[in-house]
Structure formats: C-alpha cells, structure tokens
C-alpha cells in the first residue's frame, strides 16, 4: 500500500498520464511487445488493480488488437486473452499473421479501460537485409538513477532493445540513491513481483517498451548476487531453489517472453535465437541457470571470488561450463548451420579476457574468465567458420562499463586473426566504482573501456558494416538528463576488426 502511494506520487507518472487514468486504470504498468518473427511478435500486459483495490482472484479477459496504423482504423489481427491470478494477471500473446519487416500498434483494453498504445516491428523477411537499430541495454537499479536512458532510446526509434540481463536488483545498495524500492531484500513470489511493478511504473522504462519490441534474457540479480546454477552467494539447496522459483515465475510474468519461455518450477528455458532475415541473427544465451558454480569458491559462501590459475586447478577444467552441456550443444549447432551477414551472441557478462595488470594475472570467477576452456570452445568454433555465415559480435553487460574488445580463441596470441569482436553495453543506472584505465598490458585485446559513464550501446547494422555508438548520459541522477557520443567503433562486414569510427 506504502508503495503504490509513493509510485501514484511520482511527477512524472502524473505528467504522462491523465490524473483520472493514472488513479483507475488497471494498465499502470504499461505494454510491451518482444522476440519478433517475419510474422509476428509477443505482446504483453499485466493488470494492476486500482490503488486501495483489488483484482478478482479469477481469470479477466483482456481484448487485444494489432492494427496497421496508429489510430487502429486497419486492424490486422485481433483475440482475447485470459489474464490469470496465477501470472499475476498477465497476458503473453503470440500473435501471427503480420507481414514481414512491417511495424504495428497495438492496445489491450479490459475492465472497461483502454491500454496506452505499443508499436512493435515484425523480424525482416528471411532473404531480407533491411539495415537494423538495436539499442543493448542492462543494469538498471531503481535506487541508483532515473531511467533518462530509456526515455533517449525511445526517442532514437531502435528497431529492437537487446536487454542483457538485471532488470531489476533483488536488493538495495550503493551510495547517493536518488528513490527507494521501499521493500527488504526479494525473496518470494511476492517481494519479487513488487519489485517487478515498481520498476515497470517508471514512465521512461514503459516508453522504451512501448516504443520497439524487446528481446531480453536475465543475468544475476533476477535472483540474486552472483548466483551460479543451484548455488546462491548465500544459500543453496532446496531453500535456494524456491527462490529461484519464485524469481523466474516473477520474470517471466513481467517480460514480453514467448510461452516456451514459462518456468516449470525453478526451470525456464529462456535461450533462444531470434532471426532478423539475412542481415543478422541473435543467440540469446543465459549463462546463469546452468552453469557449473563458480570456481574455487571460499569455504564459507558460494558466489565469486578474484583467483589466479596457481591458486585454482579448476580454472582451467576443460569440463566446466559457464552455459550447461545442453545450450552449448544448442549454440555450437545453430553456429554451424547459419549463413547470415552479422551472428549476434547475446549475453549477460563480458567475455573478453581481462587478468588486470598484476603478474601473474588474476582473474574474477563469475564471468567467462571464470570458464577460460568452455570460452575458447565457443571461439575456436567461430574462428574456424566459413566468413559467409557471419561475422561474430559479442554483446554483453554486467560489468556496468563500457568495454571493446577483439575476441580470440588464445589471448596469449595477439598476433592471430581475430575471431569476433565484442561490445559491451554500460548500465543505464547501476553504479559503479571501478577505475578502468588503458592500456592492459596483459590484455592488449581490449581496445576501449570507461566504467564512469551510464547509459546504453546503439549498434546499427547494414550489410556492409556495424556501428556501434557508446551513448553516455550526462547525469544519471537527473531525470532530464541528456546524453551523447562517448566513443564510436565500426566493423566491416567479414572481417571481425574494431577500427574507430
Ligand atoms: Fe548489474
């Protein structure tokens, strides 16, 4: 109660709505549409009761329409949806039926209320190379800034968001918060789905939804900090277990995911590819649920640790895996058998190599230093591919910095080609007090990197060429904050080269 209170008192809630809509309308949290196809995309709602209300604890029926224009006299598909107390009333709608390479609108109405309107993009036709806009974004504490960011990506019309993982953050941290989550660390059902409609309130983050379709997979704090397959920092076993339940039940309600994406229990298959005709394809990866637990964790805690190879045999078992033997069969497979210009690996960490400036290196256990043999399985395949299936493009988060780098199968080995190159997205609010200063002797692979910004990675594709733009906000404590340019790199189609651009 304490909490939908302070979300209705939010001004710029109250700015974007009408003071009626914004006190009764059940569509407080938005619309979003999500993983296009050349005939369609999932849309998504979830009702919200009234404040002081409640929801009847049976399904609602919610109409929905998909239309041509935007003020919905072409209708292209039209159904109804039965919004479930056991989703929290949400709705996930696959619809069929469009046209290729086309944007749509859509609105929900239920309850006698109108939905705000979303505008989604089918996938280009197979055969297609319509250049692409996909805005990478990840990391967006609630209490650690405003989401400028996404007002700014909504303004930039991106084809598509590529979200990489914490959406939202089981708990409260950090200095100079500027809001609060107003509710103790996540650990039910419950506690998570609040925590979901607290940061879906923000009337930037509902913008950015409603303005492309989102492709979105999770990192960590979906859960929480730095968990590793069935082993939490804090717990594991059965009590861990449930609250992963409880967690990616919470997830799925509030992501415009496809149902082959619904948990069972504490497991969701959420990896996945999504085809943007000839011009590119995105793997979708989640190295979370199935990996093998970081390595040589401390006796006392699971979670990760700062090691070097002397201090732990396991990092360099060839038998640990950051993806679970099945996904990484599933990602070897669909590699092997694409041919598109750009194969885009989507994930939440950063893959590049990075062991400081200490000799010997050391090397932090949660991200893919922490899987140096699965890492160079998968880029020994990417070296090894023919160029016409695609030249490679890493896209990652979770270090809250802007990072570039040239990926190869041996660091150790400068002098060899490179087999893909890799962005990673700086967090839209999340802090972070690293000081990343070039060069890395060590890791001359890394070109680019600046941990002071936020803000999000724009990346546009045509056949020729990829360009991605660091964009950095001003001031991610101001709601109206700018942004602009930080740094911009280009790779030219079949060779996985950074060149400054
Ligand atoms: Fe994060």
Redesign the pocket.
């Given at each position: 109660m304490r909490r939908r209170t302070l979300l209705l008192a939010a001004p710029a809630l109250a700015l974007s709505l009408p003071a009626r809509a914004a006190a009764a309308t059940p569509f407080a949290l938005g619309v979003a549409s999500g993983d296009p196809g050349p005939t369609g995309f999932v849309i998504w709602t979830r009702l919200m009761p009234a404040p002081g209300g409640a929801l009847p604890d049976q399904p609602v029926p919610v109409d929905w329409v998909v239309a041509e224009d935007e003020a919905f006299r072409r209708p292209a598909a039209r159904g109804q949806a039965m919004a479930r107390p056991d989703e929290a009333h949400s709705i996930h709608v696959e619809v069929t039926g469009l046209r290729p390479g086309a944007w749509y609108h859509y609105r929900f109405t239920a309850l006698g209320e109108a939905s705000p309107t979303g505008r989604a993009r089918t996938a280009p036709a197979p055969g297609a190379e319509d250049p692409l806009h996909i805005a990478v974004a990840?990391?967006q504490q609630y209490e650690h800034g405003f989401y400028a960011a996404h007002r700014h990506i909504a303004a930039s019309n991106p084809d598509l968001v590529a979200f990489l993982g914490?959406y939202i953050y089981e708990a409260s941290w950090g200095r100079n918060l500027v809001r609060s989550h107003a509710s103790p660390t996540a650990r039910t059902l419950e506690d998570y789905r609040a925590r979901y409609a607290l940061y879906r309130s923000d009337p930037d983050l509902q913008a950015a939804h409603a303005a492309c379709p989102w492709v979105v997979t999770w990192?960590d704090?979906e859960v929480s900090n730095d968990y590793g397959g069935e082993i939490g920092e804090r717990e594991r076993g059965a009590p861990f277990l449930a609250r992963r339940a409880a967690a990616y039940q919470a997830f799925w309600e509030h992501m415009p995911l496809p149902r082959s994406a619904r948990p069972a229990g504490a497991s969701a298959r959420i990896h996945r590819r999504i085809g943007l005709g000839s011009l590119a394809q995105i793997h979708l990866l989640d190295d979370r649920q199935y990996r093998h637990p970081q390595a040589c964790q401390p006796p006392d805690r699971g979670g990760a640790t700062r090691v070097t190879f002397d201090q732990c045999a396991e990092l360099a078992d060839p038998a640990r895996s950051i993806l679970g033997a099945e996904q990484e069969a599933w990602l070897t497979d669909g590699l092997a058998r694409e041919s598109v210009r750009w194969t885009l690996i989507a994930q939440q960490t950063r893959m590049a190599r990075l062991g400081g400036r200490q000799a010997p290196p050391v090397y932090w256990t949660d991200g893919w230093d922490g899987y140096q043999p699965a890492r160079a399985r998968l880029l020994s395949q990417l070296a090894a591919r023919r160029r016409d299936q695609g030249t490679p493009l890493v896209l990652g988060g979770?270090i809250?910095a802007f990072l570039a780098a040239e990926l190869r199968p041996d660091f150790d080995r400068p002098e060899t080609p490179a087999c893909a190159v890799e962005f990673v997205a700086t967090?839209i609010t999340?802090q972070n007090n690293a000081r990343y200063a070039l060069p890395f002797p060590n890791d001359p692979h890394i070109t680019y990197a600046d941990a002071s910004r936020r803000g999000w990675l724009s990346l546009r594709l045509t056949q020729r060429d990829a360009v991605a733009t660091m964009m950095a906000l001003d001031n991610p404590l101001d709601a109206t904050s700018g942004a602009s340019p930080l740094a911009r790199f280009a790779v030219a189609q079949g060779m996985p080269r950074l060149e400054t651009a």
């Open positions: 990840n990391c914490d990192d704090h979770d809250h967090s999340s």
